[in-house]
């Protein structure tokens, strides 16, 4: 089975900009789930999606979106960009159906500067 | 509020010697509690995953324990290796998982 796919790998955009990302989870795997890291703060959750619907949501400005489309391929997006948005933007697709329980698999994540 | 603490940022240990890292956590109520690998550059890797009434649980040369009484985790790995270099990660939760900010464990030959 291929693993989760992030596209692309590596972006640079300046301030004010806004960029799509996108993920490609693992085949049958309905949930995925959007992470943010930074030195300073670590692994953040951005937000979950299951079969097309946000299940949950972290912390973040409204810049920060998502979606999920009916073939569970995902995509996030994140407007106006400030140089703090700088991270790895990190992917992760899980075979949960239920509450959560399931192992998570992540991409290779997309490395964002902001300039 | 929410909190996941692991014990140092930085292990070094050397070749052949057990690796203990720990992970505790406040007003969480898990229902299960999780282990990740990081190498640089790359998205964290699953390792273990161990339930609340699991006391302890093994995959090869690792071994995690779960006191949800003392609200921790301990992670072993044993007769450790420098390829076992890596940052580990302990999480918690259930539809978003929350990370501690993980461990980096140096395994000198």
């Known amino acids: 089975k291929a693993g989760v796919t992030q596209t692309p790998r590596y972006l640079i955009k300046t301030r004010g900009q806004q960029v799509t990302l996108s993920c490609s989870p693992i085949?049958?795997?309905?949930?995925v789930s959007w992470y943010q890291q930074t030195p300073g703060q670590g692994l953040q959750f951005l937000f979950e999606?299951?079969?097309?619907?946000?299940?949950n949501k972290g912390n973040f400005p409204g810049r920060f979106s998502g979606r999920q489309f009916s073939n569970s391929r995902s995509e996030m997006n994140v407007s106006t960009l400030e140089l703090g948005d700088s991270a790895l933007y990190l992917c992760?697709?899980?075979?949960?159906?239920?509450?959560?329980?399931?192992?998570?698999?992540f991409g290779e994540g997309s490395r964002l500067t902001v300039l | 509020s929410q909190k996941i603490e692991q014990n140092s940022e930085a292990l070094n240990i050397q070749e052949g010697k057990t690796a203990t890292l720990t992970c505790n956590y406040t007003?969480?109520?898990?229902?299960?509690l999780q282990w990740y690998r990081q190498d640089p550059g790359r998205g964290p890797v699953f390792l273990l995953l161990?339930?609340?009434?699991?006391k302890e649980k093994r995959k090869e040369r690792l071994k995690v324990t779960f006191d949800t009484t003392l609200k921790q985790s301990l992670f072993h790995i044993t007769a450790s290796q420098p390829a076992d270099s890596a940052t580990y990660l302990c999480?918690?939760?259930?539809?978003?998982?929350?990370f501690g900010a993980g461990t980096t464990v140096t395994v000198r030959a």
């Open positions: 085949s049958g795997h309905r949930s």
């Open positions: 161990i339930r609340e009434n699991e």
């Open positions: 992760a697709s899980s075979d949960s159906t239920g509450g959560g329980t399931g192992e998570l698999f």
């Open positions: 999480a918690l939760g259930d539809y978003k998982l929350s």
């Open positions: 999606y299951f079969s097309e619907t946000q299940r």
């Open positions: 007003n969480y109520s898990p229902a299960y």
